[in-house]
């Protein structure tokens, strides 16, 4: 069967559809992260959750529901963290959320939770290969 140079297009762009055209190629090893976040043992909803890879990459996030649990994605479609050592930041507001506050209001915008968890932060994780689950116990005081 002889493919004309419109045929040959048309068979590449759907091979390229079907293998994801480079989707993964690029990508390190990740591990799937979840856990839940609670402030004096009740569960924390709707704060953010990232690890940042203390050896340089990409950060992941995720948000936690109504019962304090949270997954972390690596990028849309892609969920998990990159392995290794992380440095990790608990907050109740989104950098996006907190200039659009300063904006509205005027006024600095301040975290009630406690800086030791997010812009001084002291919470690492380790992230192995596989699934975790890594809760992380806050305290108010």
């Keep these: 069967m002889k493919l004309t140079r419109h045929g040959c297009c048309v068979w590449m762009i759907g091979l390229c559809v079907l293998m994801g055209c480079g989707g993964k190629g690029d990508r390190p090893k990740l591990g799937t992260v979840t856990g839940t976040v609670s402030m004096d043992d009740q569960p924390l909803p709707n704060v953010w959750v990232f ?7 990409r950060t992941s996030m995720g948000r936690t529901d109504e019962y304090g649990t949270y997954e972390l994605m690596y990028l849309e479609g ?10 990790v930041v608990i907050m109740t507001y989104h950098e996006d ?24 932060s002291e919470l690492t994780a380790e992230v192995k290969e596989g699934k975790n689950v890594l809760d992380f116990p806050l305290k108010s005081q």
């Design 51 to 57: 690890f940042n890879p203390t050896g340089g990459g």
């Design 78 to 87: 892609a969920k998990g963290a990159n392995l290794g050592s992380h440095q």
């Design 97 to 120: 959320e907190i200039e659009e506050m300063k904006l509205n209001t005027g006024k600095p915008v301040i975290d009630p939770i406690p800086a030791r968890y997010n812009s001084k």
